[in-house]
């Protein structure tokens, strides 16, 4: 069974449509025909089905970020750091399909840890409004200043230069010397306090403790990632480098992230249209991408019941 992807659609329609977008308002995603568990199991013998819908969510954030291919949106300098962190989503999933396909998962868990880190600000960033984006920008600046206060009288050329492009930067923040005096570690909250304030205390339990918790390892080096990830146990007490004989790519691994991704779509468009930075046809991609969140769900429910009635099945992938 074979499910037209976006792209495909997108294909055939542009050929027939003089104005791309206005199709986009009318279209129905190609996933309409899916409804049950029972549909999508039929699309999961392997990972391509999951991959053109990783595929798809990148082709959505790309036109909201490059409605034409040839221009981009455009925001005021002072919410440009929520512009900014969905850019760094956008560009870390394409690394995550790309590394996932790969069986990287050493590489791909890394990414996952960022990508989950710049999801939660952004989303507290466009819930709090100009206090936390002021305090986001203002506390940027917390290790430069400190660089700066040392090497203000110096004038050899790196000092020279670093000092004035830190101080050109602070300027067109709309901020003076006086004002970094006023930064605090509570200014821009930490991953913790963060994570405390955008998700609710189930989402907190699943994502902070399975996703953040499990990725952090893989980037401060724990043995738990060390022994599952770049080492096979031999047996008899014996560790043996694990280089490339190992592939990890059941396509469950992306899942996670692939949500997070429709619902970083979903935060952005309508924030910012508000701003009047436009994404063309905005509704039409959040409706997409909600579409895509929902069959993503359903694999979701059908992997627990595999992990419920037939666990043997996950023991050694």
């Not at 999508?40 to 391509?48: A, G, R, W």
Request: hydrophobic residues 40%.
């Amino acid at each position: 069974m074979k499910i037209a992807t976006i792209f495909e659609v997108f294909s055939q329609k542009r050929a027939q449509c003089a104005n791309f977008f206005v199709f986009l308002h009318h279209m129905l995603t190609p996933y309409t025909s899916i409804k049950t568990k029972q549909d999508v199991i039929l699309l999961l013998n392997d990972n391509n089905f999951v991959l053109s819908l990783c595929d798809n969510l990148t082709f959505l954030m790309r036109k909201s970020i490059s409605p034409n291919d040839d221009d981009y949106i455009c925001c005021q300098r002072e919410q440009a750091p929520i512009l900014g962190l969905y850019v760094k989503i956008y560009k870390f999933w394409k690394e995550c399909i790309d590394v996932n396909k790969r069986g990287e998962f050493g590489v791909y868990i890394v990414y996952e840890r960022i990508l989950y880190e710049a999801f939660t600000k952004m989303v507290y960033l466009i819930v709090n409004g100009k206090e936390a984006l002021d305090d986001f920008r203002l506390a940027s600046y917390k290790n430069r200043i400190n660089v700066y206060n040392k090497t203000e009288k110096k004038v050899d050329g790196v000092n020279l230069v670093r000092n004035t492009k830190f101080l050109d930067d602070l300027k067109a923040d709309g901020f003076t010397i006086e004002d970094l005096k006023s930064i605090h570690p509570k200014n821009f909250k930490t991953i913790l306090n963060l994570v405390d304030q955008t998700y609710t205390q189930e989402e907190k339990d699943l994502i902070y403790t399975l996703e953040y918790g499990l990725s952090s390892d893989a980037i401060h080096s724990d043995w738990g990632e060390l022994r599952q990830i770049h080492l096979n146990d031999i047996g008899d007490g014996m560790m043996v480098p694990n280089i490339d004989e190992r592939v990890y790519n059941h396509y469950r691994i992306i899942l996670p992230i692939a949500d997070i991704i429709t619902l970083a779509i979903q935060a952005f468009i309508p924030y910012i249209n508000e701003t009047k930075a436009v994404v063309i046809a905005g509704d039409a991609l959040v409706s997409m991408a909600e579409d895509i969140q929902r069959v993503l769900r359903l694999i979701f429910e059908h992997i627990k019941d595999e992990y419920e009635n037939i666990p043997d099945a996950f023991m050694t992938k």
